[in-house]
């Protein structure tokens, strides 16, 4: 049955995760059954089968950096009218889904809750075999202690590490002289890295997480060949939008030049023990389990959404993701296997995911151009028939009016 659907929906090659997770999902304070209740004003639908929800990318298709794309609010009050459940998926994170709500909330003058929201680290909560591990984390902002919220128990930065070891960081010359004396506490090895992020200083991170993986966490060893730690890779966007009038590089920009290095050093290519964010099946699959707790919070026990739109700005993430969930639901109907990744004994998922791609952001893709050139992670086998959007619109506007229509909802 696996080769089935790997043959089916030819997902990541390193992190198609069958996760049958623990009934508290390891979600250390991640609302999930007990929201706090939200100020949100939605009523309770009459039937329990509800015929659609909406997964929003944010940047590009609500927000671009800090200004905001003029009718998100319109786009976004139009599906509350309607009481149709939203999602916000974005590979964005170095910021808790609190953070992200409130900043969102904040942007657009509309209410928008933490449990509406999955960034690319949220699926690192059901990761449980990895959370009992000391972990260095690369990436800015405040993401060791997002790693410890997410139930890592022991978690180091890579400045932790250059704390303790001060003579791996010189590619600063002025410090090549003068190096700052080393961390008086007890160093403790890593035993596996998380890349939360695009870090500030990449040259100083890349030279570091070498030094990590190819020492089995003990920089202080001579680099060896016999084996590398665990790394699990979050957000492989190449390119992201922002104000600039073109894209900027991403996270995967960043995975693309560690994997080079670490090829030249290695000699065999480096390979993650699991890939998080869009367009990867596993965060959909959590993504699935979250829509699933909104509708229950909505619409009561037991309702379920029929047709997921997933509605981005990317070709290669948003728009290759949606239609690669699309296929692997195609490839499961019939069979036993659930689709959620939250809840082991749901077995009644969506049966459909569309893709709307909005003009507002990375891509302007209008159907006519050729699809030979592709910015996926190495690890995603390109297949040009899943760039190809469901629909495509001027902006977030025109596609929340394209599925109220599409779906009879008025």
Known sequence: MIAFILKRCLVQRCSLIIV??????CMNNHIVYNDVISKLNLSKASSKEHKVGVVFDIDGVLVRGSKIIPCAK???????KFNVPLIYLTNGGCETEDQKARSLSQQLGIEVGSHQVVLSHSPLRILCHLHDKHVAVCGQGNVADIAKMCGFSKVSHIDDICNHFPELDV??????????KPSSQLFSPPEAI????????????????????????????????????????INTDFLWMSEATNPRLGHGGFLLCLEALFLKYYGKPLQYTAVLGKPNIFTYRYTEGIMLNLVTRMFGDGAT??????????IDTDIYGANLYNNYLKALQGSNIVTDALHPTNNKGPRRMKSILV???VSNYTGNESNDLNHLHRDTVYRPELVIPTHICEDVLHAVDTILNEEQIC
């Open 74 to 80: 319109a786009a976004i009050n139009k599906l509350n």
């Open 171 to 180: 590619n600063d010359r002025s410090k090549r002289h003068s190096l700052p």
């Open 20 to 25: 049958a997770p623990k009934r508290n999902f």
């Open 194 to 233: 998380l890349l939360m992020g695009e870090p500030i200083n990449w040259e100083r991170s890349l030279q570091i997480l070498l030094d990590l993986l190819l020492t089995s966490g003990q920089p202080k060893k001579l680099y060896s060949s016999k084996g590398y730690l665990p790394i699990v890779a």
């Open 305 to 314: 959404v029929k047709t997921i739109y997933g509605v981005g700005d990317n």
């Open 359 to 361: 003009k507002t952001g």
